[in-house]
């Protein structure tokens, strides 16, 4: 039963354009949600994340927003670099579980065109 | 200071081998997590050693799984026999102590690209 679920499989930009990507959860009671990001023949790294008490956590470029209502994340890059051609994962926990036990999505590969 | 390192890269064997995958977190990590991307699909959780010790095992798919952390160090993942579902792309990751302002300190290594034929 996937918990995390990222729709779209891929998405292509334009660079200086802003990429949007969305994520969708059914587990109410997830309480931390991340994005990682993943080149070809690497391992996944954390690019920013976002605790459910809050609606928006910017990083730079990065920005997630957190629509609890509707249990539903998105992850905004603005504005898109080829350097930003990547898989993207959504992920999200539960802080009274495990330790670092995330549920992650299937991922967005973003292609940024110049 | 090293990362995540994680060895074979690859390995390709045949359904009914047996095939055993390495791991060794960043020094002084004591969180290690195994886990699983099969064919492009979502990246699975399978299991969490802290220490040498198992704290969650609950993502293993059956018992042909087997996870080892020697002394709290290194951590291995036999697969005996493997099937071919089990094809893949293993991922190890490390962090260190519990909670330390949760947010990104799991750390993944390059991961090990399993094909069963």
């Known amino acids: 039963d996937q918990q995390v679920k990222q729709n779209s499989p891929s998405l292509s930009v334009q660079e200086g354009r802003i990429s949007i990507l969305n994520c969708d959860y059914t587990?109410?009671?997830?309480?931390?949600f991340l994005w990682y990001k993943k080149y070809p023949a690497e391992g996944p790294t954390f690019l920013i994340s976002i605790s459910s008490i809050k609606d928006k956590n910017e990083d730079g470029r990065f920005t997630v927003f957190l629509n609890k209502s509707a249990k539903h994340l998105s992850l905004h890059i603005v504005p898109s670099q080829p350097g930003d051609s990547a898989v993207y994962f959504c992920a999200a926990s539960l802080t009274t579980d495990s330790w670092g036990k995330l549920q992650f999505g299937a991922g967005t590969q973003v292609v940024v065109t110049p | 200071e090293a990362g995540v390192t994680q060895f074979p890269s690859h390995s390709v064997i045949e359904k009914g081998q047996t095939v055993t995958l390495r791991c060794d977190p960043i020094s002084g990590h004591d969180n290690l997590y195994w886990y699983r991307r099969v064919m492009g699909k979502e990246i699975k959780f399978l299991l969490h050693f802290v220490k040498e010790s198992k704290q969650d095992e609950s993502g293993m798919p059956n018992n042909r799984f087997l996870a080892e952390r020697t002394g709290g160090t290194y951590s291995t993942l036999k697969v005996q026999p493997a099937e071919l579902e089990d094809s893949g792309v293993y991922f190890c990751?490390?962090?260190?102590?519990?909670?330390?302002?949760?947010?990104?300190?799991?750390?993944f290594g390059e991961g090990s690209r399993l094909t069963v034929l």
């Open positions: 587990n109410s009671m997830f309480d931390y």
């Open positions: 990751a490390s962090s260190q102590g519990r909670r330390q302002g949760f947010g990104g300190e799991l750390f």
